[in-house]
DNA sequence: CTTGCCCCTGACGCAAGCGGCAGGGGTTAC
DNA sequence: GTAACCCCTGCCGCTTGCGTCAGGGGCAAG
């Protein structure tokens, strides 16, 4: 299969394809005789992974500095936290994003009071530095 | 006192103050023979208050679209929505950016939610379009 | 007069995840 | 053989609020 059927079959286009195997999510494909990719259902099943996790929340570079393991997530029960099954599987990166998203909305939600108020007491207040 | 001084006075650089002229939020100001800016108290005031607004989670943009009311800000009770005195205070944009913090909360809250119950359930499920 | 700091304009860089275009070649069907 | 797609690489664009050169001139002190 070429990139385009690939890239429908999962969703997407052939433009993200490329850009995942750049930023290393996919492993470079095999290349038919004139230079063209050549997908097999592994790498379309690979790159719905791809998605999910990123509709997630999650980063490219999270997956990249994972992405060994991302084959894991087609076939066993995936992620599994639970019994921290050694250091390699996608638990820390989940952690630090859920960190990273707590930290985003506590900040805006400051900022949401800060501006209610600010509104309500007519501005004289001045936002605590930082 | 030239920009320099005013950008120290304002707590920001002259690189944000040709930014904020270039915008139209500030006017431009007179310049010395030598075509170097000339600014005084009241522009440094008008700075001040942009780097609260912005502070407070506006953008450059609603700041523009309203920057014949900054001065407004520097002097009289501010902001006042009580009362609707006419169209031309900056309630629309501030309730403008409320909404949109909001939905920007909703947002992460939500797919903060999803990435935590997809490493509760592992991961089976598939987030809803959109 | 020269040193040294400040100012000017104009333009690129950054972060994220691709979209879209340009210029050139492959592939399949009629 | 040729029309109609598809693919390739490489590069700019988008968004926010400036930071950071680059290249050239000003201004006060010694």
Same mark, same amino acid.
């Not at 991302?70 to 996608?90: A, E, H, I, K, N």
């Given at each position: 299969m070429r990139i385009g059927d690939a890239a429908a079959a999962a969703g997407t286009t052939p433009r993200a394809l490329r850009f995942y195997e750049e930023r290393g999510l996919l492993h470079p494909p095999a290349r038919s005789a004139s230079g063209q990719r050549e997908y097999g259902p592994a790498e379309v099943a690979r790159v719905r992974v791809i998605r999910r996790l990123l509709a997630l929340g999650l980063t490219v570079d999270d997956l990249a500095s994972r992405a060994h393991r991302? /084959? $894991? $997530? @087609? @076939? /066993? %029960? %995936?992620?599994?936290? =639970? &019994? =921290? %099954? &050694? %250091? /390699?599987?996608?638990a820390p990166v989940v952690h630090a994003r859920l960190a990273a998203l707590d930290a985003e909305i506590a900040r805006l939600t400051e900022l949401r009071a800060r501006l209610a108020r600010h509104m309500a007491t007519g501005g004289a207040d001045v936002p605590a530095g930082s």
């Open positions: 991302l /084959d $894991l $997530l @087609q @076939q /066993d %029960p %995936p992620v599994r936290c =639970s &019994g =921290s %099954p &050694g %250091p /390699d599987t996608y």
